[in-house]
């Protein structure tokens, strides 16, 4: 009798505990780990080709943002990927629609499509992003990095765009 | 002696506030999972789904359940984040997926029929009244990102009640 209601006593705590845990990350903030180097130098500055090891960076991801779509020039976001809805990619943006943007590949000049935004990773040689397909909707994104918070040495904010990507705008 | 009685007596008092504040905030993060993961009410109104749903507005239920699982198909009812300004939602009916080739006809652009072909993770949309509808034909597919969840069942007005369509 005992062991039963402690049993049911853990079991309420732990359904909870989850119902708040994924309520609070689904609506205001959540911890992910960022995998490739596609944002190196501002995050994984330092990875091997092997997958999955230590010094994956975690990122805190605020989803506040994401009630107003009002976003700025610089910020990293996670968005699904337009190209299979399962999967989330972390990139800069870097052109808001109804903008300009001159793309340093082929010298083009385009025009951002209306709700959509071009985004770039830092680490351009090794990087799947707009160039590749194209403009995505701000709806697709599903929040904003702020900071790192794993390792330990590297916590702190995510820094503003690096200065050569401005000085190529 | 006062003070003590005083005290348990504020004590009580902020139990019970605990408690009650403990309750709502559940209460609210069932609500939060039940919407996000299960179904909404949700409520559509507009002239581009016309022999389907009325103009002035029903009531239908979306779940969000097979979007998730990726079994949305043909011919499904979805509502989906509009790739122009993604503060609004869209009712439409996925006319093709990835992969698919479609032909579709404007009647704002003429006669002629035009052929399209879905790229990978994207959809094609299209409202069953295609004179009086903005959907794909004019922003081209949309990726399946963007799908919010698929109408299965419509509770307002009351004489239509049960699946869209039938």
Redesign the interface.
């Known amino acids: 009798m005992g062991s039963s209601s402690f049993l049911w006593n853990f079991t309420k705590k732990f359904v909870t505990f989850g119902i708040i845990t994924v309520t609070v990350s689904d609506r205001y903030v959540t911890v992910v780990p960022v995998r490739g180097g596609s944002m190196s130098p501002t995050l994984n500055p330092k990875t091997s080709s092997s997958a999955g090891n230590f010094s994956d960076d975690y990122v805190l991801v605020e989803k506040f943002c994401v009630d107003k779509y009002r976003f700025s020039h610089g910020d990293v976001v996670v968005f699904s990927s337009p190209l299979n809805h399962k999967e989330r990619h972390i990139k800069r943006i870097v052109a808001l629609s109804g903008e300009w943007f001159g793309s340093r590949q082929n010298y083009d000049v385009l025009k951002v499509p209306e709700g959509h935004c071009w985004v770039e990773g830092d680490n351009a040689a090794f990087s799947m992003d707009s160039k590749s397909f194209g403009p995505i909707p701000l709806g697709l994104i599903r929040g904003r990095v702020t900071h790192v918070v794993w390792p330990p040495q590297r916590i702190g904010a995510i820094q503003s765009p690096p200065r050569e990507r401005l000085s190529s705008l | 002696m006062k003070l003590v009685s005083y005290m348990s007596q504020w004590r009580g008092i902020a139990k019970e506030a605990m408690d009650r504040t403990a309750i709502a905030?559940?209460f609210?993060?069932?609500l939060?999972?039940t919407d996000?993961y299960f179904c909404s009410p949700t409520h559509v109104y507009g002239p581009s789904m016309l022999p389907t749903l009325n103009m002035v507005g029903d009531i239908v239920l979306v779940e969000h359940v097979s979007q998730r699982l990726?079994k949305v198909r043909h011919g499904d009812l979805v509502v989906i984040?509009?790739?122009?300004?993604?503060?609004r939602c869209l009712t439409k009916r996925i006319m093709g997926m990835e992969g698919d080739t479609v032909t579709y006809f404007d009647p704002m652009l003429g006669d002629a029929t035009r052929v399209a072909v879905v790229p990978?993770?994207?959809v094609w949309i299209q409202g069953d009244n295609i004179f009086a509808s903005h959907d794909s034909r004019h922003f081209g597919p949309?990726?399946?990102?963007?799908?919010q969840g698929k109408v299965f069942f419509r509770v307002w007005p009351l004489d239509c009640l049960g699946v869209p369509g039938q």
């Open positions: 905030v559940k609210l993060c069932c939060h999972i996000t990726g984040r509009s790739p122009l300004d993604p503060k990978k993770g994207h949309v990726p399946y990102g963007l799908i």
